[in-house]
């Protein structure tokens, strides 16, 4: 792909959005030029900037060799921002969002809580436009001042993300701020120099290749597919029976293959009713991913994630949860012959609901109680 955004079939929409540290002026690259050699050399040469602007602030980039499509806008604040974020996804149609914003709110007095309400509405813009949306949400760099309140949005960046963040679009928390020096690391002690720069770059590759780096080639995602682009695990076997056992007071499922835990829930005093066998998992010894479990112990429910980077989310930063470890193996994407497993959430118990049965799924989809989160895992019919 050149810089005139000539697009194959494989490329990634990418949307670097952000502020004057994401635009830069005329004097200086931006993290966005070192990203995009980085990105190169790593192998990720399907990669297209998408955004309304090319200029740097001021003019021209003083280095016009990469992709120069962006969407960082100098001086403007997170709400600023919002104002006309619809219109620029609606027109870029990213795949992935770059996210580093809140500099310039709480350089201009803004509170982290009032910042973080606003950077929950952009991840909503985003998803509305493309609801498979991949968003890497920056910890923001330190600032001259007001760095107590950068401080707290910080933590409540990695809350947010923890909690917003899907199966189908994983936020994935980016740590910019950490080992970043504003006297070694920016020319006017808050925008980067080319050091900076590269800092900056750097984090963000790290973060992508873990999402993208095992299907970054065409071709190894291409032979994953079959005729009717449906993934296929040949030597993947069925494993063990996955039980459903319901809490009669909240109605939400407990999932168990360990048989020791399902005699105990079947023949010991529990609040648990049982329901039957719901799905049969992937045999961890032939392929697969792990299926991994949280108590929430304001509610005694179980909330189910087959994404590592949400499961370390959620055990790093969300108290409530208590980490169970590994159930089951499963599929993150479809495979021939195995069935969705539906993922929901209601925000006003806090309390996940997952379901194999279409009809039911059909239900609780109509409840205006639960928001419907998308598909959890993928696993084998009963």
Do not use: C
């Not at 030029?33 to 602007?53: M, T, Y």
């Not at 609606?90 to 996210?99: E, L, T």
């Not at 105990?264 to 697969?288: C, K, M, Q, W």
């Not at 792990?290 to 499961?311: C, L, M």
Request: no cysteine.
């Amino acid at each position: 792909m050149d810089n005139n955004n000539s697009e194959t079939l494989s490329d990634i929409r990418v949307m670097l959005l952000g502020d004057s540290i994401t635009q830069a002026n005329t004097e200086h690259d931006s993290y966005r030029r070192p990203l995009w050699q980085k990105l190169n050399e790593a192998g990720f040469n399907n990669i297209d900037f998408v955004g309304s602007l090319q200029e740097n602030q001021g003019g021209s980039n003083p280095n016009p060799d990469f992709d120069l499509d962006h969407e960082g806008h100098w001086g403007w604040r997170t709400d600023e921002i919002l104002n006309q974020l619809d219109g620029w996804v609606a027109s870029a149609q990213p795949d992935v969002a770059f996210i580093h914003l809140g500099t310039n709110d709480i350089l201009q007095g803004q509170s982290a809580d009032s910042t973080i309400d606003e950077l929950g509405e952009v991840i909503d813009v985003f998803r509305a436009n493309n609801p498979n949306i991949v968003i890497f949400l920056a910890q923001i760099i330190p600032a001259r001042r007001n760095d107590d309140e950068r401080e707290k949005l910080n933590q409540q960046i990695s809350i947010l993300a923890a909690e917003k963040s899907q199966v189908d679009s994983p936020i994935v928390v980016v740590d910019q701020s950490s080992g970043f020096n504003l006297r070694d690391d920016t020319y006017d002690s808050v925008h980067p120099n080319s050091r900076g720069e590269n800092k900056f770059a750097d984090q963000w590759l790290a973060s992508f290749d873990e999402i993208f780096g095992s299907t970054s080639s065409t071709t190894t995602a291409s032979d994953s597919l079959d005729s009717e682009g449906t993934a296929t695990d040949e030597n993947a076997q069925m494993g063990s029976t996955v039980f459903r056992f319901v809490d009669p007071i909240s109605g939400v499922p407990l999932y168990t293959a360990d048989p020791l835990e399902y005699e105990s829930l079947l023949n010991e005093p529990t609040n648990y009713n049982f329901e039957g066998a719901s799905h049969i998992s992937v045999d961890p010894l032939t392929g697969g991913e792990e299926v991994f479990r949280f108590r929430n112990q304001d509610t005694g429910t179980y909330f189910y994630t087959i994404s590592p980077t949400e499961k370390d989310f959620v055990r790093d930063n969300i108290d409530r949860y208590v980490f169970e470890d590994s159930q089951f193996n499963a599929y993150q994407t479809e495979v021939e012959g195995t069935i969705p497993i539906y993922r929901f959430y209601n925000p006003t118990l806090g309390t996940h609901y997952f379901t194999e049965n279409i009809d039911e799924r059909v239900f609780v989809d109509n409840n205006p109680s639960y928001d419907f989160e998308g598909i959890a895992y993928y696993a084998y019919p009963v």
